[in-house]
């Protein structure tokens, strides 16, 4: 009996230390995903621009005054996290022993433009 305690709580230690590693080495997000998202960002603006571009436009042939809005700067923080859990249930019948374990993670982009 006493061997089956090591032997279990062994596999709960090794599972233990796999989702610690795991959750401790987490992926780089930093310039690597800024050059990524720049693009992204820089599309974006310069569909704004264009469609604001043809609002004025249409305000112009309608005597309307044109309204430029500017951006002058976007800023971005990136969020990723990780985060595991491991429990386990010692049982004395034919079922035997269970470990459990749960992994997450969870990303985000929060852009601010002015």
């Known amino acids: 009996m006493l061997h089956s305690i090591n032997r279990t709580s062994g596999r709960g230690l090794f599972v233990l230390s796999t989702v610690l590693c795991l959750a401790t080495t987490g992926c780089q997000i930093g310039p690597g995903r800024l050059k990524a998202a720049s693009s992204h960002y820089s599309d974006a603006v310069r569909v704004a621009t264009s469609e604001q571009l043809l609002v004025n436009l249409v305000r112009l042939r309608y005597r309307d005054l044109p309204v430029f809005l500017g951006i002058s700067?976007?800023?971005?923080?990136?969020?990723?996290?990780?985060?595991?859990?491991?429990g386990g249930q010692r049982g004395f019948s034919s079922a035997g022993d269970l470990v459990t374990g749960n992994l997450g993670t969870r990303y985000s982009e929060r852009p601010t433009i002015s």
């Not at 700067?73 to 491991?86: A, K, L, P, W």
């Open 73 to 86: 700067n976007i800023s971005t923080q990136f969020e990723f996290e990780v985060d595991g859990s491991v």
